[in-house]
């Protein structure tokens, strides 16, 4: 048997408008916490993402290149978090290879600004600090996931600066919500920038947990 699980969440269902937290979606997630917990199950909550996001599809009126092929669409950040400019939605393999997916993410990495002028990162970061302030109490919960299989965006260097300054934020959002709930601290696991780690690809290591 096994007595932890991941319980993915999507960003583009906790903050569907900017600034705006779902706390129906909090309801939901407490209540598969729970359900999980009644059996013996700790979560780790999940930040989860598959191809930046829902609204990376083409639409219906795309025409792809020879070789290439519309994108469906997957799962992840909302739509004004969805940055891309001009990038073709085309995929030519797996899923992650649509130019406007690698778009989306250096946007982020950039901390470029949203609908409201607010920095997409800080905009997550936020995010969790909320999730923070929901479950820092929950012994049931196991720990935090700050960004499933964050992607490869050339040139390295400059994507794994911004990604490692989110994880940093993130973490001190999370710890200061639980030392305001009295809550102890839970486990933050941070994953690489690539899918399968490659030498200098993980975060900074001065970074704290």
């Not at 600034?19 to 209540?31: F, K, T």
């Not at 891309?84 to 993410?105: M, Q």
């Not at 919960?141 to 490869?152: I, R, S």
Request: charged residues 20%; contains cysteine; hydrophobic residues 40%.
């Amino acid at each position: 048997g096994f007595s932890v699980t991941r319980l993915i969440m999507s960003w583009s269902r906790l903050e569907p408008e900017p600034g705006e937290i779902d706390a129906g979606y909090l309801d939901q997630i407490a209540e598969t916490i729970a359900a999980a917990n009644a059996h013996g199950i700790y979560v780790v909550l999940d930040m989860h993402q598959d191809a930046w996001g829902p609204f990376i599809a083409s639409p219906q009126d795309v025409e792809c290149e020879p070789g290439t092929q519309p994108a469906i669409g997957w799962d992840g950040a909302p739509s004004w978090a969805t940055l891309v400019g001009d990038s073709s939605t085309c995929v030519t393999g797996g899923r992650e290879s649509a130019p406007a997916v690698k778009a989306a993410f250096n946007s982020f990495y950039s901390n470029a600004p949203g609908p409201d002028g607010v920095g997409l990162r800080d905009h997550l970061v936020a995010v969790w600090g909320a999730v923070a302030e929901r479950f820092a109490g929950l012994t049931g919960v196991a720990g935090y996931d700050l960004l499933n299989e964050p992607n490869y965006v050339e040139p390295i260097p400059e994507s794994l600066a911004g990604y490692s300054e989110f994880i940093s934020d993130s973490i001190e959002a999370i710890r200061a919500t639980e030392l305001d709930a009295d809550a102890d601290p839970k486990p933050i696991f941070v994953e690489p920038i690539v899918m399968y780690p490659l030498p200098d690809t993980l975060p900074d290591p001065f970074i704290g947990a």
